[in-house]
C-alpha cells in the first residue's frame, strides 16, 4: 500500500488549524471589545460613586447583559448577594451561563444597599416608566440605600430623559441627590440616596 503524499496528510490537519486560529481571532476579539467599553463605561468608577463594597445586597434593574453583573459580583464578594431584576430570558439564560451566584428575580427585592438602573438606549424613554421605577425603588429600598442611574447624555437626541428631569423626579419618590458624575463620555451618572 501506497502511502498519501505529504501535503494531503497536511491538508487533513487543515480544518484543525482553521478551528483553533477561529477561535484564538474570536478570543482576542472579545477581549478587546470588552476592554473598549470598559474604557468608556468606567465601571469600577461607576460602582465606586455608588459606593459598592464587599457584603452589600445590590441589584441591576432590566440588565441588558452581565457586563455590570459580573461587576458586581466581585465587588460584593462572597458575603455579599447580587439579584438581576426583570432581565429578558436570553439575559436571564446568559446570567446562569457566565455568573450563577447572581439571582435572577422578577421584581425588586427589599432590603438592597444598592442598585443600578442603566437608560442607555437612545430610543424614546417615558418619563412615566422611570418615575414608576423610582416609586417602586422608593417603597423597596431601605433609608440610606443608593441608586446609580446611567442616562444618555446628549443634546442631538429627542426624548431622553436628562439629569434635571430625573432628579425632580427622584425628589418625588422620598430621593435627594448625592453626586451628579460626568465622567463618562456618552453618559452621566446621577446616584441617588433614599431618605
Same mark, same amino acid.
Given at each position: 500500500?501506497e502511502?498519501?503524499?505529504?501535503?494531503?496528510?497536511?491538508?487533513a $490537519?487543515? +480544518?484543525?488549524?482553521?478551528?483553533?486560529?477561529?477561535l484564538?481571532?474570536?478570543?482576542?476579539?472579545?477581549?478587546?471589545?470588552?476592554?473598549?467599553?470598559?474604557?468608556?463605561?468606567?465601571p469600577e468608577?461607576?460602582l465606586?460613586?455608588?459606593?459598592?463594597?464587599?457584603g452589600? #445586597?445590590?441589584a =441591576?434593574?432590566?440588565?441588558?447583559?452581565?457586563? $455590570?453583573?459580573? %461587576?458586581? =459580583?466581585?465587588r460584593?464578594?462572597?458575603?455579599?448577594?447580587?439579584?438581576?431584576?426583570?432581565?429578558?430570558?436570553?439575559?436571564?439564560?446568559?446570567i446562569e451561563?457566565?455568573? +450563577?451566584?447572581?439571582?435572577?428575580?422578577?421584581?425588586?427585592?427589599?432590603?438592597?444597599?444598592?442598585?443600578?438602573?442603566?437608560?442607555?438606549?437612545?430610543?424614546e424613554? =417615558?418619563?412615566l416608566?422611570v418615575?414608576k =421605577?423610582?416609586g417602586?425603588?422608593?417603597? %423597596?429600598?431601605?433609608?440610606?440605600?443608593?441608586?446609580? $442611574?446611567i442616562?444618555?447624555?446628549?443634546? #442631538?437626541?429627542d %426624548?431622553?430623559?436628562?439629569?434635571?428631569?430625573?432628579?425632580?423626579?427622584?425628589?418625588?419618590?422620598?430621593? %435627594?441627590?448625592? #453626586?451628579?458624575e460626568d465622567?463618562l463620555?456618552?453618559q $452621566?451618572?446621577?446616584?441617588l440616596?433614599?431618605?
Amino acid at each position: 500500500m501506497e502511502t498519501p503524499p505529504r501535503h494531503y496528510v497536511a491538508l487533513a $490537519f487543515l +480544518p484543525i488549524m482553521l478551528a483553533a486560529v477561529t477561535l484564538a481571532a474570536l478570543y482576542f476579539y472579545q477581549r478587546g471589545a470588552e476592554e473598549r467599553r470598559d474604557r468608556w463605561q468606567q465601571p469600577e468608577a461607576v460602582l465606586d460613586a455608588i459606593g459598592v463594597h464587599p457584603g452589600m #445586597r445590590v441589584a =441591576e434593574w432590566h440588565p441588558s447583559d452581565t457586563y $455590570f453583573l459580573e %461587576r458586581l =459580583e466581585r465587588r460584593v464578594g462572597t458575603d455579599g448577594s447580587v439579584y438581576a431584576v426583570g432581565p429578558s430570558s436570553r439575559v436571564a439564560q446568559a446570567i446562569e451561563r457566565n455568573v +450563577p451566584r447572581v439571582a435572577v428575580v422578577p421584581e425588586l427585592p427589599s432590603g438592597l444597599d444598592a442598585l443600578l438602573d442603566l437608560h442607555v438606549s437612545a430610543a424614546e424613554q =417615558e418619563l412615566l416608566q422611570v418615575e414608576k =421605577e423610582l416609586g417602586e425603588a422608593g417603597q %423597596r429600598l431601605t433609608s440610606g440605600a443608593r441608586v446609580g $442611574f446611567i442616562g444618555v447624555r446628549g443634546d #442631538r437626541l429627542d %426624548r431622553i430623559i436628562g439629569p434635571g428631569e430625573l432628579v425632580e423626579a427622584a425628589a418625588g419618590q422620598d430621593f %435627594r441627590l448625592v #453626586r451628579k458624575e460626568d465622567f463618562l463620555d456618552r453618559q $452621566f451618572l446621577l446616584v441617588l440616596e433614599k431618605e
